[in-house]
């Protein structure tokens, strides 16, 4: 079988890409579970398992910290909250890739849409500086025309508005666009934007949060867009 995954391209092409990030082009479980653990240190409580944080990534580290709180005794107080998601934060923003990766065939996607000229953009709830700083880190930045967070616009992800801000600096109209991404977040904000459904882009639970979810999204994408 080629290993390309773009071996040959099957007209007509997307006008634009808008990516996800976590859940798609990479898994960062790893450290948003550092982060989770040393906040619940921090409020007393016990560790969580790897696993059991992936079951609760999704929805942001704030609410990832209300779940460790629920799996480790309960909730806490809401002022006691607010100083243990601020201490997640912290940790998190001085280790943003320490254990992240990038999904395999990611990087050949990204440079055989470079190659023939599709601009991309991405589109995620993480607050932007984090996601850029990631993707700079990670040497992925490069690939992107537009970086958009869930604190970029007054709405986020399912909100289309988040989607077309994205777009906005790709002069690109929904309906010439494709949203790639791993969660009911992301397919509500594509089709809502009226972006291309047939070429779409839902790849299952962002609480699976595995390689097998990115695959799944990548391999849906080629399928769609190419003669293999």
């Known amino acids: 079988m080629n290993n390309n995954p773009f071996p040959t391209f099957a007209p007509p092409l997307p006008g634009a890409v808008v990516f996800d990030l976590d859940g798609t082009l990479i898994d960062p479980a ?18 969580i398992s790897l696993a059991q944080c992936r079951d ?6 704030r609410k990832l910290i209300v779940l460790g709180l629920e799996a480790t005794g309960g909730p806490v107080a809401e002022q006691t909250l607010e100083k243990l998601v601020a201490a997640a934060f912290a940790h998190y923003a001085g280790h943003l890739t320490d254990n992240s990766k990038i ?19 991405v589109c995620t709830n993480k607050p932007a500086g984090f996601s850029r700083h990631i ?20 709405v986020c992800k399912p909100d289309p508005a988040h989607l077309l801000g994205a777009l906005k600096p790709l002069d690109v109209a929904a309906g010439d666009a494709v ?15 009226g972006g291309r459904d047939d070429r ?3 790849v299952g639970r962002a609480s699976d949060g595995d390689q097998r979810v990115a695959a799944k999204a990548l391999a849906k994408f080629r399928a769609l867009v190419t003669n293999e």
Do not use: C, W
């Not at 450290?31 to 040393?38: E, G, P, Q, R, S």
């Not at 609760?56 to 580290?61: F, K, S, V």
């Open 30 to 47: 790893p450290d948003l579970h550092a982060a989770t653990n040393h906040a619940l240190a921090e409020g007393g409580r016990e560790d």
């Open 56 to 61: 609760m990534i999704g929805e942001g580290l």
């Open 103 to 121: 999904y395999d065939d990611v990087v050949e996607v990204l440079e055989a849409l470079a190659g023939v000229g599709v601009p991309m953009a």
């Open 179 to 193: 949203m790639v991404g791993d969660s009911e977040a992301d397919m509500a904000a594509g089709r809502d934007a």
């Open 135 to 154: 993707l700079a880190d990670l040497d992925l930045a490069r690939y992107f025309k537009s970086i958009v967070g869930g604190d970029s616009f007054l």
């Open 200 to 202: 779409g882009q839902h």
